[in-house]
């Protein structure tokens, strides 16, 4: 049976999105390869951001003359630290192309049609209505990484349980697990890792290498020395935002290989926003935040958070619950996108907020 454009555009998205937030500076990219109504080839941009998702696709001992490709994005036509895709694309000769997104990259920009029409090689943009690739339009737009945050919170609305140190079950914290996978960096406080003593890593077997670098803000420096975080070989950059000069400190934290960051305060718009900035220079393009309201609430008020993942026990915490700030704005929040995953007892929402 012959299936839809949109069908194999569907799955050129999920093969891009088992790399997402792990291909560094370029885009992670799907790409799927027909021929005689039938999926012949596929691959996806590697790890670190090379070879292409094309390159990967072609580099086969196959016959993808007259083939028909589909991709998320459109192929690369400039030499950087590799070929162009499109001189692997006329080489292997395959005869149409069909992408979803355009690269912003100014030496590919809508350039592919006519460096592959020359070979009589067809290629037609597809419209889909996603937002898969707004990380890579914020990055080359706007030089700032994508800001998503997590938050775990009773049916009551407490973030925090006085008795005990989980808000949800076991099911929940391997899925966040999961999310923290499709990020190259965790952003949090210094009171929140303090306090639960965490090690904001990825523990899902075949997903244990993936560490995604660690953001402490910690503007008073006040992170405790030992924790479960200083216990262990860091295989990921730890980087602290601060602006204490505690001289002992600073020497005592770069000897365990963090890198410390100086900020002058962290209080207005503007403040957050050059945080951002330095974060993005950093080469950090998406960003999970996994900290308490008092931080949250601050980038709910300056509109610097993407989407919000809601994971919500469906008990209520009643005087064993606890918030350290307001949690007047996560209350006026709309759960109308839950995400179908068998959480047990908990809920999932993905909530658009900016």
């Not at 523990?203 to 503007?219: F, S």
Request: charged share 25%; hydrophobic share 35%; aromatic share 10%.
């Amino acid at each position: 049976m012959k299936k839809s454009h949109s069908f194999y555009s569907k799955l050129a998205f999920n093969l891009a999105e088992n790399h997402l937030g792990q291909t560094a500076e370029n885009p992670s990219v799907g790409c799927v390869i027909v021929k005689n109504d039938s999926v012949i080839s596929s691959g996806v941009t590697s790890i670190n951001g090379r070879p292409h998702a094309e390159y990967n696709a072609l580099n086969k001992n196959l016959n993808f003359s007259k083939s028909t490709m589909y991709l998320t994005l459109e192929p690369c036509t400039h030499y950087g630290l590799t070929p162009p895709c499109t001189d692997i694309i006329k080489r292997k000769k395959v005869k149409n192309i069909f992408y979803c997104f355009e690269d912003l990259d100014k030496r590919t920009h809508k350039k592919a049609k006519k460096v592959l029409g020359k070979s009589n090689i067809k290629l037609k943009k597809v419209d889909v209505f996603n937002n898969f690739y707004k990380s890579y339009y914020l990055n080359k737009l706007k030089n700032l990484p994508l800001i998503d945050a997590k938050i775990a919170i009773s049916k009551d609305f407490f973030t925090i349980n006085k008795k005990k140190k989980w808000i949800t079950n076991t099911r929940s914290r391997k899925v966040s697990h999961l999310l923290r996978s499709k990020y190259d960096s965790i952003i949090s406080t210094s009171k929140s890792i303090n306090i639960d003593n965490s090690l904001l890593n990825c523990r899902i077997k075949g997903l244990n290498n993936n560490k995604p670098n660690l953001i402490i803000i910690d503007v008073n420096l006040n992170l405790k020395k030992k924790l479960k975080l200083f216990k262990i070989s860091q295989k990921r950059k730890v980087y602290i935002f601060t602006a204490s000069k505690n001289g002992k400190k600073i020497t005592y934290f770069k000897k365990k290989g963090i890198k410390i960051i100086n900020i002058d305060k962290l209080e207005s718009k503007i403040d957050f926003l050059n945080l951002l900035k330095k974060i993005y220079k950093l080469g950090v393009n998406r960003v999970l935040v996994e900290t308490g309201l008092t931080f949250l609430n601050k980038l709910f008020k300056y509109k610097m958070i993407n989407d919000l993942f809601f994971f919500q026990s469906n008990e209520k915490l009643r005087n064993l619950g606890k918030n350290n700030s307001s949690n007047s704005f996560i209350k006026k929040l709309k759960l109308n996108n839950k995400i179908n995953v068998n959480l047990k007892n908990d809920s999932l929402y993905k909530i658009r907020i900016n």
